[in-house]
């Protein structure tokens, strides 16, 4: 079984730029989460959709976004970049029900540096 | 709100010798479900273990089993006979509150075995 894909790996931006990660879940998951670690505020939950609704949302501004499509694959958007939204960005797919909906799966995730 | 707290920022270990990565939480929740992840340099998130709070035994998984003290809230990783691929970032994180698909995630620990 094909584990969670994220692309691209790496990510060069500029400040002002947006950008759009993307995600693609193990087959047959409906639940996708996105988080974002730095050295300094470490792993922090962006937001989850399921069956294309955002279930839970963090607490980033505006300008951090997502949506799920109907096969799961799962994109976030960033606009505005700033230099502080340099950070790895986590993708997790789970099956989002039972038996097992609590348990996330994380992909080799996005490194994305502002620049 | 939950927190995991992780107050052993490294710790290194002798090949073959058994360690345990120390993990405490706090939530109001009574339903939470605990999780251990293991991040090796490469970034991708591993997921080791699971332990829900109305599970009565503790759960095992091949090398590692969570020591899960539920009056004292914690939720103690060990890994018996230390191997030298598991040098990595162990992370302690939770789901808590009905609803809620939010990982929330300790500062982590670095593990070094030993040759």
């Known amino acids: 079984k094909a584990g969670v894909t994220q692309t691209p790996r790496y990510l060069i931006k500029t400040r002002g730029q947006q950008v759009t990660l993307s995600c693609s879940p193990i087959s047959g998951h409906r639940s996708v989460s996105w988080y974002q670690q730095t050295p300094g505020q470490g792993l922090q939950f962006l937001f989850e959709y399921f069956s294309e609704t955002q279930r839970n949302k963090g607490n980033f501004p505006g300008r951090f976004s997502g949506r799920q499509f109907s096969n799961s694959r799962s994109e976030m958007n960033v606009s505005t970049l700033e230099l502080g939204d340099s950070a790895l960005y986590l993708c997790?797919?789970?099956?989002?029900?039972?038996?097992?909906?609590?348990?996330?799966?994380f992909g080799p995730g996005t490194r994305l540096t502002v620049t | 709100a939950q927190k995991i707290t992780q107050t052993q920022p490294g710790m290194f270990v002798q090949e073959k010798e058994a360690v345990t990565l120390d993990c405490t939480y706090d939530t109001s929740d009574q339903s939470y479900g605990l999780f251990w992840y293991k991040q090796p340099s490469s970034g991708e998130m591993i997921f080791l273990i699971y332990q829900g709070s109305y599970d009565e035994q503790n759960a095992t998984e091949g090398r590692y089993s969570l020591n899960f003290q539920k009056a004292r809230k914690s939720a103690n990783l060990v890994i018996s006979a230390s191997q030298l691929g598991d040098s990595a970032m162990y992370f302690c994180a939770m789901i808590a509150g009905a609803g809620s698909y939010q990982l929330t995630f300790g500062k982590g620990t670095k593990l070094s075995v030993i040759p």
């Open positions: 997790a797919s789970s099956l989002g029900v039972a038996p097992s909906p609590y348990e996330q799966y």
